[in-house]
């Protein structure tokens, strides 16, 4: 039960870290403790996206480069049905999962269906993401251009919290949740066959493994947990617009995360978005103290760097450069 | 428990397997041969339903099951294994061995339990490897391992021993001996006539997509047909020629 | 919902689909060029785009050099731009994998764009040339002329492209490798080297595409991205791989682009292309001109 105990042991120094905040704020690390809570927070939306892209992505090699039509359905949903229809936030979030959970059923079934698989799937996933972008961007529910506004009314029952620490133990109680659950599914039937079908369909067809059904499992539950990553984002920012929702940005970080922290792994993912946006903040302040102000765009050419030196020198990620040097 | 009747497969304009009737009969290790090209593999796609035949039918213990899935076949007891064999890499051999065990055996101790029984039976040890880590004589045991694991009536082996040396198949045929043993009925497309011959009840031989013919081992080899098809036109001929000389 | 309008409006908006469609061809060639040979996805192609049409900017304020001028060293430049780029880069990183390459391409794609944006920021420019809004009148209708030249290059272009696969010793080789790839090792052809050519001819037509386009569109760190979907769509409908295909394809969705903009409006206007990419990729994913798998 190793698995489980380092589980538990990433968790519980993730929930240690409100104890260390004043110092690392102290230390002029962070502006503030607001500034560090919200990069804490959303490293573990972007952890709990990737998390989602890691289960058909990772064990299953269904490379989507469309996540963000799941994440911006989740956060759609999340904005839209509180600010709309007045449903409650705790509600309109399971609501957000089953929906973009949904939508990952049918936009898996067409694909697989028709049989696409590899380059081929993952742009017809970009292009449904960007089909949903470009509707969003106009529809009137959406609020077209200018995106959802979530009123703030900071009420436990609103899914708003006074302390900055509850919505980070709320994010990180998800992170958990599906760190467990991916390790129930490596362990599970589900899970070895959705190996199985990643290194070898035939094979895995000739062994009575109905692939097709094993693919839209993947897919509707690595959206279903995608979608809850876009809810929390939207709780949590209170707005949400067409390009943050069904951005490329989402579906890059989504994918780039599992893959520099160790594709197909329970851990990949969360260590893989901790160590994208931690290279990506220092980045910045490196270039803040070299030229005195912000340049944009440079996190980003970090992480391309990144994705392609780990493709290049470690196809196993971060994790598999620990795990080499543990060896 | 297996009856081909007339399977005709056409891509395009080549005939690949052309009005090919044969019959397996249960508890019985029966053999699929002839030369490079002749079809073979392509018939047991048909079999075992990753190509739908053009023309013809095959009867599974009875029933129609032709164009049904892969899967479908598996789960009615028909497996296979590859020609070239792939094992699933990013998994180790036990869990390799599992995914065909798991089938009949949705919880996971019981499909590693099936998949240590089937690994021992063809003589896989040292579960806990990584699958890629296995060599070509391993990867064939790991392949007939995996399909056996899903517990069939009627086992296709695609040229299970082609590759091996001559101590690697003396190991592997006893363990398909011990296989059909158990009650499991084979039939094998194989190139070493050797292991043909000790292993076979009845041989199924074709050529250029045409059934040639068929019967005993023994019956076979000494069919003029035959021999042309392996030798070349006229080779029938010129080793009796040989023999009345000699 | 639906506007009518007037036939002459109509057709207006189908020629200048067409004039758009030849750029989105060329912008296409490179792609399917570079999908028949080496058989990936190159997903910098757009990021590629606009760092041409980057250069195209910087030659003409820097040099004064007019965008049609810079055709040829920009092409050149651009050719061993993206013959390094594939022999030092993506080959070697990718160890040939697909899924890796997949991947490569796609860094290589945010590496450009953010560097970019770094340097120029996300402002948009355009340049200003005395010809930019010059009509070409054909009597039943007007005509931007910087667009109808991009035209004709391009078709031009797509000809050369033809000629240098068709008739070349190099093009000859391209099509072995295309055809054959272990074939081809075997009689003696470079292929690692056949691959960077392509890679190259590829990263050349995007040179020519910026240069054709910068007279009359603007170009900011993402000018590229609006036309990586649309070429991936005309390469999918034309057919991977397919030179002709990616020509006809290209007018195609120029003159669906166009109609759609017109019809439903300048936001929704790609929805069509879009939805075409879906259901060919879904209904025959080996496009109109695509040899059957």
């Known amino acids: 039960m190793t698995a489980y105990r380092s589980i538990l042991l990433v968790v519980l120094g993730l929930a240690a870290l409100p104890l260390a905040a004043p110092a690392l704020v102290g230390a002029g690390i962070f502006a503030g403790a607001n500034t560090l809570y919200n990069l804490m927070v959303f490293v573990l939306i972007i952890a709990l996206a990737a998390q989602g892209w890691n289960l058909a992505g990772g064990y299953g090699g269904q490379f989507s480069f469309g ?39 049918v936009i898996g079934f067409l694909a697989f269906r028709a049989r696409l698989r590899g380059s081929y799937f993952a742009l017809v996933t970009l292009a449904f993401a960007e089909v949903f972008r470009i509707l969003a961007n106009a529809a009137p529910i959406t609020g077209g251009a200018a995106g959802t506004l979530v009123p703030l009314d900071v009420r436990w029952a609103n899914l708003q919290f006074a302390s900055r620490e509850a919505f980070y133990y709320l994010a990180l109680a998800f992170v958990a949740l599906v760190l467990l659950l991916n390790r129930l599914v490596e362990r599970s039937r589900f899970g070895t066959y959705l190996v199985a079908v990643r290194e070898n369909e035939d094979a895995a067809r000739a062994l009575g493994v109905d692939t097709l059904q094993v693919k839209l499992k993947a897919i509707t539950l690595s959206a279903a947990i995608t979608a809850l990553a876009g809810a929390l984002y939207t709780q ?32 990949g993912p969360l260590v893989g978005a901790l160590t994208l946006i931690g290279l990506g903040e220092a980045a910045k302040v490196a270039i803040h103290a070299l030229f005195g102000s912000a340049i944009p765009g440079v996190d980003l050419v970090v992480y391309g760097v990144l994705l392609i030196l780990v493709i290049a020198f470690a196809p196993r990620g971060v994790i598999g450069l620990l795990d080499r040097r543990a060896r | 428990m297996l009856n081909v009747e007339g399977v005709t497969k056409r891509f395009g304009g080549l005939v690949a397997v052309s009005d090919v009737s044969m019959t397996v009969a249960k508890g019985s290790i029966s053999g699929l041969i002839g030369p490079n090209g002749a079809g073979k593999t392509t018939l047991f796609t048909m079999i075992s339903g990753f190509e739908r035949p053009t023309a013809g039918r095959v009867l599974f213990e009875g029933d129609d099951v032709t164009g049904r899935p892969p899967e479908a076949l598996a789960l009615l007891g028909i497996a296979r294994t590859f020609q070239i064999v792939q094992p ?23 499909a590693f339990a099936r998949a240590e029984e089937v690994a021992s039976l063809v003589g896989l040890a040292d579960l806990d490897r990584p699958a890629s880590a296995l060599t070509v004589a391993g990867r064939k045991r790991l392949e007939l391992a995996r399909a056996l694991a899903t517990d069939p009536k009627l086992l296709l082996l695609d040229e299970v021993l082609a590759g091996l040396n001559p101590s690697e198949i003396r190991d592997i045929v006893p363990v398909i001996h011990a296989i059909r043993d158990q009650g499991v009925t084979i039939l094998m497309i194989e190139h070493v006539m050797q292991a043909v011959m000790s292993l076979c009840e009845r041989v199924h031989v074709i050529a250029n997509g045409r059934t040639i013919a068929a019967g005993t081992p023994a019956e076979v080899v000494s069919d003029p047909q035959v021999v042309e098809a392996y030798l070349g036109q006229g080779a029938a001929g010129r080793l009796a020629g040989r023999a009345v000389h000699g | 919902m639906l506007r009518s309008y007037p036939p002459q409006i109509v057709l207006e908006a189908v020629l200048n689909g067409l004039l758009t469609g030849a750029v ?53 430049l651009f050719f061993l731009f993206g013959y390094g780029l594939q022999r030092f880069v993506i080959s070697p990183a990718s160890r040939n994998d697909d899924g890796a390459i997949l991947l490569v391409t796609l860094g290589l794609s945010i590496v450009i764009e953010n560097a ?11 340049l200003t040339l005395d010809y930019s809004f010059s009509i070409v009148d054909l009597g039943f209708a007007l005509l931007s002329l910087p667009r109808v030249i991009g035209f004709g290059v391009a078709i031009l272009v797509a000809g050369a492209l033809w000629a240098i696969l068709a008739l070349t010793d190099t093009g000859k080789a391209i099509r072995a490798v295309a055809k054959e790839k272990l074939g081809a090792a075997l009689v003696g052809i470079d292929v690692n080297h056949v691959y960077a050519v392509t890679f190259g001819l590829g990263a050349a037509t995007i040179a020519i595409a910026a240069c054709l386009l910068m007279p009359s569109f603007y170009v900011n760190p993402r000018a590229g991205n609006a036309f990586v979907l649309v070429a991936f769509t005309v390469v999918v409908l034309g057919g991977m791989g397919s ?51």
């Not at chain 1, 799941?70 to 609501?95: E, K």
């Not at chain 3, 944006?117 to 355009?126: C, G, I, Q, Y």
């Not at chain 3, 990616?246 to 206007?269: F, H, K, P, Q, T």
């Open chain 1, 67 to 105: 996540h963000a039509a799941f994440f911006g359905t989740g956060a759609y949903a999340q904005a839209i049905l509180q600010t709309r229809y007045g449903i409650n936030p705790w509600a309109a979030l399971v609501a957000a999962v089953a929906l973009g959970a949904l939508v990952g059923a």
């Open chain 1, 236 to 267: 949590k920012f209170l707005y949400v617009d067409a390009n943050i929702a069904y951005g490329a940005w989402i579906s890059i970080e989504a994918l780039l995360a599992p893959i520099v922290g160790g594709i197909g792994t329970v851990f």
């Open chain 2, 88 to 110: 699933f890499a990013g998994l180790t051999v036990r869990e390799n061995v599992a995914v065909g065990a798991y089938l009949r055996h949705p919880r996971r101790e019981e």
């Open chain 3, 24 to 76: 989105y061809a060329l912008v296409a060639l490179g792609l399917t060029l570079v999908y028949g040979v080496l058989h990936i996805i190159n997903f910098a192609h757009g990021a590629m785009l606009t760092l041409a049409m980057f250069a195209v900017l910087m030659v003409h304020l820097g040099f004064g050099l007019d965008p049609y001028l810079a055709i040829a060293p920009l092409a050149a």
């Open chain 3, 116 to 126: 970019l944006l770094a340097v120029f920021r996300s402002d948009t420019r355009s």
């Open chain 3, 243 to 293: 030179i002709p295909g990616a020509l006809v394809g290209g007018l195609i969705i120029g003159v669906v682009e166009s109609l759609c903009g017109l019809y439903l409006g300048d936001s929704l206007g790609q929805i069509g292309i879009f939805l075409i990419f879906i259901l060919v990729l879904l209904l025959r994913p080996t496009g109109l001109f695509g040899a059957r798998a």
